[in-house]
Each structure stands twice: as structure tokens, then as C-alpha cells.
């Protein structure tokens, strides 16, 4: 029906950059909102960056200035530009949407990826 595809993660060294990407594909209206969360190794799920179909976004304190999410509303695309990494942002990068369906029951429902893993070391 809707499916989240994640791309872009791997091994980067300290201080690298990493840019993920994930694109919404199916039947579908609209997509409300589209956001990166992460997952480390033994940590709960945690926000990192979401941006609205208006283009609005927030950022988690912590990765304010060194991630960026943007998205390309043609492609049903949304990207998390990652500067400056660190050993602590090592987890599995998730995407999350937030998508009006084509057919009933429309909606908005949240929609995951199955994850993209991002390794930060040396």
C-alpha cells in the first residue's frame, strides 16, 4: 500500500558526512509530514529531525546545526543531510511519514522504513 524505502547509511569516520535519503511510494494523496528517527543499541527510538509538506522542521536540540532535512515534494523524497558525525550518532536511522491514503479509510496514518544502518568510527 505505502512503502518507505531508506538509503544512504554506511561506515563513516568521525567527523564524515552522510546524506539519507528515503522515498514514499503507493496510493496515496498526500504526505503530511516526513521525519528521521534513530535507534541506537540499546536506546529507546528517538526523534531526529521532521519536516512538514509546508516545509516547516524541528530538530532534536542535540543535532541542531550539524543535520539538515529537507525534502523534494516531487519525488516524495526527504533527505537528512549529516555533518560533523559523531561516535554517539551511531544507531539505525528510521524514516517516518505521515501520509493521506488514496481509498478509504484515508487517514493520516504513520507510515516506517525498515531502517538504514549509520556507523560512526575509526
Known amino acids: 500500500q505505502v512503502q518507505l524505502v531508506e538509503s544512504g547509511g554506511g561506515l563513516v569516520q568521525p567527523g564524515g558526512s552522510l546524506r539519507l535519503s528515503c522515498a514514499a511510494s503507493?496510493?496515496?494523496?498526500?504526505?503530511?509530514?516526513m521525519g528521521w528517527y534513530r535507534q541506537a543499541p540499546g536506546k529507546q527510538r528517538e526523534l531526529v529531525a521532521v519536516?512538514?509538506?509546508?516545509?516547516?522542521?524541528n530538530y532534536v536540540d542535540s543535532e541542531k546545526g550539524r543535520f539538515t532535512i529537507s525534502r523534494d515534494s516531487a519525488k516524495n523524497t526527504v533527505y537528512l543531510q549529516m555533518n560533523s558525525l559523531k561516535a554517539e550518532d551511531t544507531a539505525v536511522y528510521y524514516c517516518?511519514?505521515?501520509?493521506?491514503?488514496?481509498?478509504?479509510?484515508?487517514?493520516?496514518?504513520?507510515?516506517w522504513g525498515q531502517g538504514t544502518q549509520v556507523t560512526v568510527s575509526s
Open positions: 503507493g496510493s496515496f494523496v498526500s504526505i503530511n509530514a
Open positions: 517516518n511519514a505521515l501520509i493521506t491514503l488514496a481509498t478509504m479509510p484515508r487517514g493520516p496514518f504513520y507510515y
Open positions: 519536516i512538514t509538506s509546508g516545509g516547516s522542521t
